[in-house]
Structures are given as structure tokens and as C-alpha cells.
């Protein structure tokens, strides 16, 4: 039961009052939202939890009016902001009166942020276009304001930034140069959806400061819509918690989380992954994998020098005058039924080395064997054959899926392509099975992409994965945009599916409770190079580099009480751009034990860390 009591009444201290807000969808054959009321004051954070599809997202894309344009109507209630020219009911208001409140005194961070970019125009063009928009600047001043906030969210080498396009960035950026727009019109009301999904921690940590900052100095109201409990307690001052599109509580955040009244709360507080809590326990799966190594077999996957270098900048007359190195010479080695994570902030060469082992992207320079065999002396046969042995599962899931294809037919298609199934029927049937393994109804098939929530399409992107039966999964932040209920039961099926099938996974993340109970090792990532790898209980438990001890500490945890360190949150990231011969020095590692190495002198090292 909810602890809050409903009035018809706007308190005057609210900046945003929704009162029995109501969202139909498909003529009203489906309600998200039902009956929904809160009140948003300046200075202060609403938090907005549930599971995916409990109507967080619609209800913030309601209050921005965007729920117009997606299918959906506001079937009854108000929404009352107060409007620096006076108050307002964005419900009634007019398309013309909407526009102006939209991304100048109401801004939102979207959850997928590839989708919220343009394409076609530079990332310092987006944001300059949005603050000529809402403020009254010269494009001089705009251009100024653009890179400050940039550099407000620890974009390195802001000036160069600003001349890139969204498909050159990582996720992670892309969702900081989104954040650095909501934020450069010093919006009244910011409405944040995941905006941290898919940032690793220490960069969430600063980009969470930086909205503290705002909020302080501009008296700004947030709404932040989040699966992470960590994050509620370390940002709300309010809780909402939604299910089914009702609320089913609403408190003061140290009262919800010491005190929460309503099962599904108390259920969902229970769910978190929490650090240290496998401590002393052994890697999931392990004995096969003992058992696999005992039989003294090849690695599947066997990784020597790989380095990826980009063109940034040229010169007048077009020669080359500055690269991105973006990997640089990164040794591993996965075996089968093995679990690696690969960690890292945003930029460190994360991704981009998943996609060289997925032949998506062409290394500049070093080897993957796999199997034993080097996959660049592979003919185009072998090759296509190993796409169905190493299958991807994105960071951003809408990207992800092509947009005029039904769920269902999605699934289907690696079988279909790799001929995995003898006819329609097997497919029509694995694909109903795949499904119900995700945690989907069977009747999704049918749906579109953006019929689903982030999460749900996430889960699409997995049984996708699945459906080619696989020896290798990488997974990029492939359980970020799920909600911790759900993030446990896919965790414990690629647990199961690894135990069933020997399974092998490169889990690509920043969430390092994750990490702490999926992996059996774990590798640092930092700037294209790896400084410390070792095993899980190695990396948790004795961890050596600084910067590895950097991000453990930097973890949001789910107590409103804790005191947060402001000392991680300050520095800039040092750019991967370096001129024509500048090459970075390859690091060289100290060994702690037989599967335990870390960059030497890291003293030296710890210098340049952000």
C-alpha cells in the first residue's frame, strides 16, 4: 500500500504536479500508466523504479508529450508544470506552447541514446542547434557552452569531439554528449531514463556529481527513472515504485530502503546484486571448466597483439596527422565453457575489441585463433561459418533490431540464414522455446521493436543470440538495460546455458556485481590496454592496480546513509588521440601468481588516472 495520500490540490512548492495521469495504447486496448500521481519540487530528485514495462518510461515520455507521436494517448489526468511564464497543463497545451517547454525548461535524457542522436550531423552541430533553440546566444557563445559541457561530462579532447558523428563513439559516449545537451539549456526539470545504463562506474559516479552540481546551483527538479538501486540511493530524495503501470509505493528514499512496506518492494530491494556477496564461493560452472582444462585442449579463443588504430584528424592537404588508438596490443585467451569480463570506462577499447573478434571490424595489427585457427588466413567459407560459432549481443538493443521486422521473425532468422533447422515448423518452434527461455510471452512474437521497453528488447537481442547455437556469446553490457529482477534471470540462464552447452562468454561491462557472479577471470581495461588480469577471487579480493581499486570503490551502493567519496569524481579522461609516430609505450606486466598479471610501475600510471 501506498504511504502517500492523493489531493486534487497543486502544492505551490511543486515545479511539476501530475494528477491521475492515465496512457492507453493500440485505441485503448492497453493502459501503461493507470491513475498515476507524484509531485516533482525544485532542488529535489524523484526516483521512479519498477521493472521494464511497469510504465517508468511511458510516463516520463507522457509529461514530455511524446507518447503523441509513438502510438500512445493520455486518457485522462493533468500534468501542471510551473512554467517561467506562469503554469501550465502540458496535457491541454498547444503543440507550439509544448515545443518551447520542450528541451528548454523540460529536458530528458533517453535511454538508447544512438536512436536520440542524428546520424548525419556532428555531435558539436546537435548541441549548438539546442542551445540557439531555447536561449538567446550567439552561435560563438553557443559553441563555447557546447564544449564546456562536454567537458562537464568528461569527454576527452572536447574541440575534436565536437567536429565527430554519434557512429563514431562508443556508448557510453554517446550517452554523455545526450547528457551534455539535456543539460546545456539549464533546464527547470530534467528527466533522466537510464542515463547511466550504459556508462561504466567511475564515469556514472562523475556524471551523477555533475547532475548534483546542477541541481545545486540552478535550484533544477530531476526525475530519474532507474532499475539501479544503487543510484536511487545515492541521488533520490523520493521513491516512487511502479508495477504494471500503478503505483504501489511512494516514500522518503532512506524509508523505503530501510523500511519497505509493499512485497513487490521488498522483493525488488532483495534482488540487487551486491559486491562481496560471492566472496569465498567458487566461479559458477567451474568444475567443467576444470575438467575441460584438464583434457589439456587448445583455448577456443586465443587472442595475441591485437591492436586498432583509427584516423582522426588530417591535414589541409589531406594527410593523415593524428590516430585514435583505440587497442593496443591486448593478449588473452578464453577456453571453453569459460566466462572472461572485460572492464573498463567508456573509450578503453572495450567494444571495439569484441567487434575484432566478431570480424565486424578489421584489426590493424596481431592474431585471433580460434579453435587453433588464425581466423585472418580462414577462407570466406571458414568465415561465415565462424559467425555463426561467435554470436554479439549489443549494448544497444534498438540499434540492434531493424525496426520493420516483427520480434518473431528476428529470432528466426540466424536459423533460417545458417539453415540450423530442418523446416518452418522447427524454426516456428525453437523460436516459441527461445522465447519462453528469455522470460517473453510467446505472443511478442508478433510485436514490433518499439512496441517493447529497453529491456524487453534486450532480451529479444539474447534469444537472437541464442538462436544460432553459438560457441562463443560476446556480450556488451548485454544485462545493463535490464531491471535487477530480470538481470538475475538472464544472468542465471547464460549460467545455465553455459553449463548445459559449454558455453564460452566475453561479458563486456562496467557492472562489476555482475561481473563479481558471472566471471571466472576478469581483465582491466584502460586506454586500448589491459592493466591487470587475473582471476575473479584475484581482481575482487586482492586487487593491485590502482585503477582496478578505483573502479571497485566507485560502485553505487544501495544504502542512502553511505558517504560518497567526491575524490573519484574529478579529473578528465586522457585522450586515446596521439600524433603520427607518437606511439603509446606497450605496457609490461609483474605476476602475482600463475594466472595473476598487472601493468608494472603502477605508481607511474596512477599519475595519468582520472
Do not use: W
Amino acid at each position: 500500500m501506498s504511504r502517500s495520500t492523493e489531493s486534487n490540490s497543486v502544492p505551490a512548492s511543486a515545479i511539476l504536479s501530475v494528477r491521475s495521469l492515465s496512457v492507453d495504447f493500440r485505441s485503448g486496448q492497453f493502459q501503461a500508466v493507470k491513475s498515476l500521481s507524484f509531485d516533482v519540487k525544485p532542488g529535489k530528485t524523484l526516483a521512479i523504479v519498477g521493472e521494464s514495462g511497469s510504465g517508468k518510461s511511458v510516463t516520463s515520455r507522457a509529461i514530455m508529450r511524446l507518447t503523441d507521436f509513438s502510438g500512445g494517448r493520455i486518457s485522462g489526468g493533468e500534468i501542471l508544470f510551473q512554467s517561467r511564464n506562469g503554469p501550465v497543463d502540458l496535457v491541454t497545451a498547444s503543440p507550439d506552447r509544448i515545443r518551447q517547454i520542450r528541451g528548454g525548461e523540460i529536458a530528458m535524457i533517453f535511454q538508447e541514446p544512438m536512436t536520440s542522436l542524428d546520424p548525419v550531423f556532428s555531435i558539436g552541430d546537435q548541441i549548438v542547434e539546442a542551445i540557439l533553440l531555447h536561449q538567446k546566444t550567439t552561435r560563438a557563445e553557443a559553441n563555447r557552452i557546447a564544449r564546456d559541457m562536454l567537458e562537464k561530462v568528461r569527454i576527452p579532447d572536447a574541440d575534436a569531439m565536437m567536429k565527430r558523428y554519434p557512429h563514431q563513439l562508443s556508448g557510453g559516449m554517446r550517452q554523455r554528449v545526450m547528457i551534455a545537451m539535456a543539460l546545456s539549456c539549464r533546464p527547470k526539470l530534467l528527466i533522466a531514463d537510464e542515463p547511466t545504463t550504459a556508462l561504466d562506474v567511475t564515469i556514472q559516479a562523475q556524471i551523477l556529481n555533475t547532475i548534483r552540481e546542477l541541481q545545486r546551483e540552478l535550484g533544477m527538479a530531476v526525475i530519474f527513472i532507474t532499475h539501479d538501486m544503487g543510484v536511487v540511493a545515492e541521488m533520490a530524495d523520493d521513491v516512487i515504485v511502479l508495477r504494471h503501470g500503478e503505483k504501489l509505493e511512494d516514500a522518503p528514499v532512506r524509508a523505503l530502503f530501510s523500511n519497505p512496506q509493499h512485497p513487490y518492494t521488498q522483493a525488488l530491494l532483495a534482488a540487487v546484486p551486491r559486491l562481496g556477496s560471492m566472496s569465498g564461493k567458487a566461479p559458477p560452472n567451474s568444475e567443467a571448466l576444470e575438467a575441460a582444462r584438464f583434457d589439456g585442449k587448445l583455448p577456443l579463443l586465443q587472442v595475441d597483439g591485437l591492436t586498432a588504430r583509427f584516423a582522426a584528424r588530417r591535414s589541409l592537404f589531406g594527410r593523415l596527422t593524428h590516430r585514435i588508438h583505440a587497442v593496443e596490443g591486448i593478449s588473452f585467451e578464453i577456453a571453453a565453457g569459460e566466462t572472461l569480463a572485460l572492464v573498463g570506462e567508456s573509450g578503453s577499447g572495450k567494444s571495439t575489441t569484441g567487434r575484432m573478434l566478431q570480424q565486424i571490424m578489421e584489426p590493424t595489427g596481431g592474431k585471433i585463433r580460434f579453435r587453433g585457427r588464425d581466423v585472418a588466413e580462414m577462407d570466406p567459407r571458414d568465415k561465415r561459418s565462424l559467425l555463426q560459432k561467435i554470436q554479439y549481443i549489443f549494448q544497444d538493443p534498438y540499434a540492434a533490431l531493424d525496426p520493420r521486422q516483427r520480434v518473431g521473425a528476428s529470432i528466426a532468422e540466424p536459423m533460417i540464414v545458417h539453415k540450423l533447422q530442418p523446416d518452418k515448423a522447427a524454426v516456428e518452434a525453437r523460436t516459441l522455446a527461445l522465447l519462453d527461455r528469455v522470460g517473453l510471452p510467446r505472443e511478442y512474437r508478433t510485436r514490433f521493436p518499439h512496441e517493447l521497453s529497453g529491456g524487453q528488447r534486450q532480451r529479444v537481442c539474447i534469444a537472437r543470440a541464442l538462436a544460432s547455437d553459438p560457441e562463443l556469446i560476446i556480450a556488451d553490457e548485454s544485462v545493463s538495460a535490464l531491471d535487477v529482477s530480470i538481470q538475475a534471470q538472464i544472468l542465471d540462464l547464460l549460467l545455465e546455458l553455459q553449463r548445459e552447452r559449454g558455453l564460452s562468454y566475453l561479458f563486456i561491462t562496467h557492472d562489476m556485481a555482475v561481473v563479481e557472479k558471472i566471471s571466472h577471470r576478469v581483465a582491466v581495461m584502460y586506454l586500448g590496454q589491459i592493466v591487470e588480469i587475473g582471476t575473479r577471487k584475484e581482481i575482487f579480493e586482492n586487487p593491485q592496480h590502482p585503477y582496478t581499486r578505483k573502479l571497485l570503490s566507485a560502485i553505487p551502493v544501495p544504502d542512502p546513509d553511505r558517504n560518497i567519496d567526491t575524490t573519484l569524481l574529478t579529473g578528465a579522461i586522457p585522450s586515446p588521440v596521439r600524433k603520427i609516430g607518437d606511439e603509446p609505450a606497450l605496457l609490461q606486466y609483474s605476476r602475482f601468481s600463475s594466472s595473476h598479471f598487472v601493468a608494472a610501475e603502477p605508481q607511474k600510471l596512477s599519475e595519468t588516472l582520472p
